[in-house]
Nanobody
Framework: QVQLVESGGGLVQAGGSLRLSCAAS????????MAWFRQAPGKEREFVAA???????YYADSVKGRFTISRDSAKNTVYLRMNSLKPEDTATYYC?????????????????WGQGTQVTVSS
């Protein structure tokens, strides 16, 4: 089993920045692919960003250029740095992991999920 614990969510004004963290524990691999998804009320869960076991990164078009996913392998932690936040970024953000080095953009591929952390962006 892999356990994911998220932190860093909160309330921020439009144009501001926030960094989310996801700490992994349990039966983890150092080269696990990790991803961030988000879900707003009444909407489907959507892909935000992913990082492969070789640290290649991928982003949804809606966040490209504003968000950055990174990892600290020594700490088994993945981060999502969010800049230039917009009200439409408001959602519950989920960290996900797969026991593979390949990154995916579909939620069905990920086996392990964090509890979610709320991000609210005010206009």
């Amino acid at each position: 089993q892999v356990q994911l614990v998220e932190s860093g969510g909160g309330l921020v004004q439009a144009g501001g920045s926030l960094r989310l963290s996801c700490a992994a524990s349990g039966r983890t691999f150092s080269n696990n692919a990790m991803a961030w998804f988000r879900q707003a009320p009444g909407k489907e869960r959507e892909f935000v960003a992913a990082i492969s076991g070789s640290d290649s990164t991928y982003y949804a078009d809606s966040v490209k250029g504003r968000f950055t996913i990174s990892r600290d392998s020594a700490k088994n932690t993945v981060y999502l740095r969010m800049n230039s936040l917009k009200p439409e970024d408001t959602a519950t953000y989920y960290c996900a992991a797969v026991r593979s080095s390949i990154a995916y953009s579909t939620s069905e591929r990920y086996s392990y999920w964090g509890q979610g952390t709320q991000v609210t962006v005010s206009s």
